[in-house]
């Protein structure tokens, strides 16, 4: 698959390569299969009797959490992809390589490890036996059975190991400016607009799990203790994960971006120390006429030393930083509000 914006292929994960492999758009492979499980549920629920009460809230709400959190993670891929390649256009103007040499480097670059995404998705499709006490419970309650465990263990193990194979490809994407790095980058400190398209695929996919969360807690029943710990269980290490994945694909653009404000400021003081020595010997000779050009020149070296020591080392801008920050924090708003209203909804519509 190539960009729009480069003719350089780029690298691809499994999933991308699987949806492409469907000759279906990711919409339409996202309907198809949120749609073949509900259908699915729906017949077992009715198979079950559930389905003789129809407005069981909780029940269709736990039911539908894994469609929608499988279906969200479908349909950011194609946003994943593009962020992702525009990060690579924008550090293609830092690789001291001509489009040849670039398109070996990126050919060459073992970003995506099929076996290991491959392992990653059974690993995350795994972790539900993990959780089949909780999924089981929730199967056999109130008037359903365990035979909607049919549908709830499938469709909970998609729903995971889908999470699991983006967990590591966002932390194995991290190893693609590793790899671009290999050479001695032209990083400028005074040319971060150029950097950002990086920094915004790190956000992008921070973004894209922490929504996720909040998602899926929009879709959780009323909280429990109970239900409260397992939230903590699986959502920390997501949450946790993400804001390190958004670190871990800046850090060797980060590497350089500190030797380049190291040598900067090592410039900046050569020439304050040379027109400190000029200073002195004037001074010392009695030429005191040409001290205030002199002064002036030490002053201005001063501010831009001050100026030099106050740029960032990391390739994102303040916006960036806030939006983390803010992402980080829109799951506990959420869960808090829906609480909120629940609680309200209640005190105005008592039911018995």
């Known amino acids: 698959m190539e960009t729009e914006s480069t003719s350089i292929t780029t690298p691809s994960t499994l999933l991308e390569d699987l949806i492409e492999r469907s000759q279906l758009s990711p919409l339409h492979l996202t309907g198809a299969v949120v749609l073949g499980l509900i259908l699915f549920l729906i017949g077992l629920a009715y198979v079950d009797g559930v389905l003789a009460d129809p407005v069981n809230v909780d029940f269709w709400r736990i039911g539908l ?13 194609p946003l994943s992809r ?32 099929r076996r290991r995404e491959w392992l990653a998705l059974c690993i995350g499709a795994g972790c539900t036996l993990l959780l089949s006490g909780a999924v089981l419970g929730w199967a056999s309650a109130g008037r359903s059975g365990w035979l909607l465990a049919i549908y709830a263990l499938p469709a909970a193990g998609l729903m995971c190991g889908l999470i699991g194979l983006g967990i590591y490809s966002s932390i194995s994407g991290s190893n693609l400016f590793a790899e671009l790095s290999r050479f001695s980058l032209n990083v400028s400190i005074f040319d971060l607009a150029s950097l950002e398209p990086i920094a915004r695929w790190s956000l992008g996919g921070t973004l894209s799990y922490i929504s996720g969360i909040t998602l899926s807690l929009l879709l959780i029943p009323q909280f429990s203790l109970r239900r409260i710990e397992i ?6 290490p997501l949450i946790v ?23 900067e400021l090592t410039v900046v003081r050569d020439s304050l120390m040379a027109l400190s020595r000029t200073l002195k010997e004037r001074t010392a000779k009695g030429q005191v006429e040409d001290t205030q050009a002199l002064l002036s020149a030490i002053k201005a070296w001063t501010a831009h030393e001050q100026w030099v020591r106050g ?22 708003v959420v869960g808090i509000i829906r609480e909120a209203l629940s609680w309200l909804l209640k ?3 008592p039911v018995s």
Not at 87 to 102: C, K, Q, T
Not at 245 to 262: D, I, P, Q, T, W
Request: aromatic share 12%; charged share 20%.
């Open 311 to 332: 740029l960032p080392e990391w390739p994102y801008t303040a916006a960036i930083k806030r939006n983390l920050v803010l992402s980080m924090l829109l799951p506990g």
């Open 82 to 113: 593009r962020l992702r390649d525009d990060a690579i256009s924008a550090f293609r103007p830092l690789v001291p390589l001509d489009d040849d040499g670039f398109r070996c480097l990126l050919n060459e670059a073992s970003i995506f490890d």
């Open 65 to 77: 959490i894994w469609p929608a959190i499988i279906a969200y993670s479908l349909l950011t891929v």
């Open 347 to 349: 005190r105005l519509l």
């Open 231 to 236: 939230i903590v269980i699986i959502y920390t």
């Open 241 to 263: 994960t993400s804001v390190l994945a958004f670190f871990l694909n800046m850090r060797s653009v980060h590497g350089y971006m500190v030797e380049a404000k190291r040598q």
